[in-house]
């Protein structure tokens, strides 16, 4: 029953985003219904990491090979990196899947603040 693993996983998704929004500058803000999840990725003064119109600037693209080189397949639309696993995950799966997000959002802030 997707619905309702989804809605029991809610409050796990909510967590380990906030405590992304805590622990990395890049990240202005999360959000998240059931399973499915929104990073808001910023540069220094608050501004979007990339405009959608932008060329990708090169902390983007590093973030997406620290993604990939995690393990991590993302819907990225920078300033927007979506979070959306599959609704058969474990909770444990999930928090795996968001300590290697962590991983690969430390390349951005290095790059970005040094």
Known sequence: DFPS???ALQPVMVEELQELV???????QARAIGLFGCLDLQRRH???????????????????????????????RPP?????PPLVITEEELR???????????????????
């Open 5 to 7: 693993k989804a809605k």
């Open 22 to 28: 805590d622990k990395h500058r890049c990240v202005k």
């Open 46 to 76: 608050g501004r979007l990491v990339q405009r959608l119109e932008e060329a990708s600037p090169e902390a983007v693209r590093e973030l997406r090979l620290a993604l990939r080189s995690n393990g991590l397949l993302a819907l990225f």
């Open 80 to 84: 927007l990196l979506h979070c959306a």
């Open 96 to 114: 795996d899947g968001f300590r290697r997000l962590s991983k690969a959002l430390e390349v951005m802030d290095r790059k970005i603040w040094g």
